[in-house]
């Protein structure tokens, strides 16, 4: 070792080195962590759009079939007699809370 401790390895190195691996070693863990939380945004925001658009189906499904009576039922067309030979009626009267229509 010279005088001015250029020649050798000193403690200071070794401690600079393995504050340098640490700091690293940090780094890596919130990156790591960050990667892992915008994973995990984007799975539910997928989740969240397949399930939203599942929803939808499942809304125009109803309102497409909605008005079609199936073969064996006769329920719809007998709505539909009723209201094409006279219109529906409503009576309403005042009661002390308003007008109350039956």
Same mark, same amino acid.
Do not use: K
């Given at each position: 070792?010279?005088?001015?401790? /250029?020649?050798? @390895?000193?403690?200071?190195?070794?401690?600079? &080195? %393995?504050? *340098? %691996?640490?700091?690293?070693?940090?780094?890596? *863990? $919130?990156?790591?962590? +960050?990667?892992?939380?915008? &994973? *995990?945004?984007?799975?539910?925001?997928?989740?969240?759009?397949?399930? +939203?658009?599942l929803i939808a189906m499942a809304a125009l499904i109803?309102?497409? /079939? @909605?008005?079609?009576?199936?073969? +064996?039922?006769?329920?719809?067309?007998?709505?539909?007699? $009723? !209201? @094409?030979? @006279?219109? %529906? !009626? &409503? =009576? *309403?009267?005042? /009661?002390? $809370?308003?007008?109350?229509? =039956?």
């Amino acid at each position: 070792m010279t005088a001015n401790g /250029t020649a050798g @390895q000193s403690p200071v190195f070794f401690s600079n &080195l %393995i504050d *340098a %691996i640490r700091q690293g070693g940090r780094l890596m *863990a $919130r990156l790591l962590l +960050g990667g892992v939380l915008v &994973l *995990a945004a984007g799975i539910v925001a997928l989740a969240t759009t397949v399930l +939203g658009l599942l929803i939808a189906m499942a809304a125009l499904i109803f309102r497409f /079939t @909605q008005n079609r009576p199936s073969m +064996g039922s006769r329920s719809g067309s007998a709505d539909t007699a $009723r !209201t @094409q030979s @006279q219109p %529906i !009626t &409503l =009576e *309403a009267r005042q /009661t002390a $809370r308003g007008w109350t229509v =039956e």
